[in-house]
């Protein structure tokens, strides 16, 4: 029997610590990249009143009815009606009023006739209207009030993202004001006595650092704000001063500290030395990403401790720390899009452990899409990295994926 905990077991205890942050109201404007977290009723009718759906005419329905381009129904224009006209003109039998799309429809009238059905147009809109062609049934081209949303209608549930299209629902529906739960803020540390910036000289033994920009850029993905990233050498002493900081209330504390790196079973485990008060160190049925660490401070802060080589790292975020900032900003759905597809190639899989391949998806044929890898599968080729748009997930209990293969696909972008 594995003594490999499962990538579930490890998932719930995660979310388990991930209470949602605290939430408030914030203008409209200032809502973007925040998640719902009471539902947005409607403050107004969508539409608010009865309008135009094109530009034309308002008509009774019975005065055109029979209208054919051998026999036009002849009106007379007793009124011109632009967008944010309060007017609401009478239409008499045989009356039509000239409207723009929009424009609240009189009263009297019960459909719209566009320009293009009549004989003039807009070019001959005024005095007197021939039309050519009848609309297809009383109400044609007229929007009702309230055929969206009724006033109180739920327009937006409680725990979703708010985007462009979110907003303008809102904002359509008459509210200026929404509850969302804060972003959460999230220090980014990598470790490692080997790191240097990007750019810098490299001495024998030394590696660009990579994964605080990784992880940092995956955080504000997530909806977080980074407010620390730093690279630190295996020393405790620096990790704990580090980490003072970045917890303490009076600098405006993170809510997740991600560590990268000193989490395995090596002779420098700087995290897992460290933090071994703090954090559950185990080891997961998953490749890559086996090594994980985790814990909570006093304060609340999570703690999440990764394995070093990038695209470990770049895994274990997305199956471990991603789902835990959505559940901290109260998202109802944290779950990527799934898709199956065939293997446009083969690759091997670990035995015993469910496997997370980058990859990419061969779409020359858009009926017809394919996965491949996009990287030879070494957790540590962070330059393959970059062209992966998916994980190919395969189940521990499968030994190998052969050309053609359903697979599932985890899409990232």
Do not use: C
Request: proline content about 9%; overall charge negative; aromatic content about 4%.
């Amino acid at each position: 029997m594995s003594d490999l905990r499962t990538v579930e077991e490890h998932l719930a205890d995660v979310l388990a610590a991930a209470a949602p942050l605290p939430a408030g109201p914030v203008a409209l404007a200032e809502a973007y990249g925040r998640t719902l977290r009471e539902p947005v009723r409607a403050a107004v009718d969508i539409p608010v009143f009865d309008n135009s759906a094109m530009d034309g005419f308002a008509v009774r329905f019975a005065d055109v009815v029979d209208a054919a381009e051998h026999a036009p129904a002849v009106l007379q224009v007793v009124a011109d009606l632009p967008a944010g006209t309060d007017a609401d003109p009478v239409l008499r039998p045989g009356e039509a009023a000239r409207i723009m799309t929009g424009s609240p429809v009189p009263a009297d009238a019960d459909a719209i006739v566009p320009f293009e059905d009549t004989e003039g147009g807009l070019a001959d809109s005024l005095g007197e209207v021939r039309v050519l062609r009848a609309p297809r049934a009383p109400g044609a081209h007229v929007r009702r009030a309230g055929e969206d949303a009724l006033v109180g209608a739920e327009v937006l549930p409680a725990g979703v993202l708010m985007g462009p299209l979110q907003a303008a629902a809102a904002a359509a529906a008459g509210v200026a004001e929404v509850v969302v739960t804060r972003h959460p803020r999230v220090a980014v540390i990598s470790t490692g006595s080997e790191l240097v910036a990007p750019g810098e000289p490299l001495l024998r033994g030394q590696i660009p650092e990579s994964n605080s920009v990784l992880l940092a850029g995956l955080a504000a993905d997530a909806g977080a704000v980074v407010v620390r990233r730093e690279s630190v050498p295996d020393e405790p002493a620096l990790l704990d001063a580090l980490l003072a900081e970045v917890a303490a209330p009076e600098g405006g504390a993170a809510d997740v500290v991600v560590f990268s790196g000193g989490v395995s079973a090596g002779a420098y485990e700087v995290v897992k030395t460290t933090l071994a008060q703090t954090m559950s160190f185990t080891k997961l049925a998953m490749q890559p990403g086996k090594p994980q660490g985790f814990g909570r401070l006093p304060s609340g802060v999570l703690l999440f401790g990764l394995p070093g080589n990038p695209v470990s790292a770049a895994v274990s975020f997305e199956v471990f720390v991603r789902p835990a900032l959505l559940r901290l900003q109260g998202r109802t759905a944290a779950d990527r899009r799934v898709l199956s597809l065939p293997a446009a190639a083969g690759w091997r899989t670990p035995p015993g452990r469910r496997q997370y391949l980058p990859a990419t998806i061969d779409r020359a044929d858009p009926r017809a899409w394919r996965v491949r890898p996009a990287t030879s599968g070494g957790s540590h080729l962070a330059g393959g990295l970059g062209r992966a748009e998916a994980y190919a997930i395969v189940p521990a209990e499968v030994d190998a994926v052969a050309e053609g293969d359903l697979v599932d696909v985890m899409l990232i972008s």
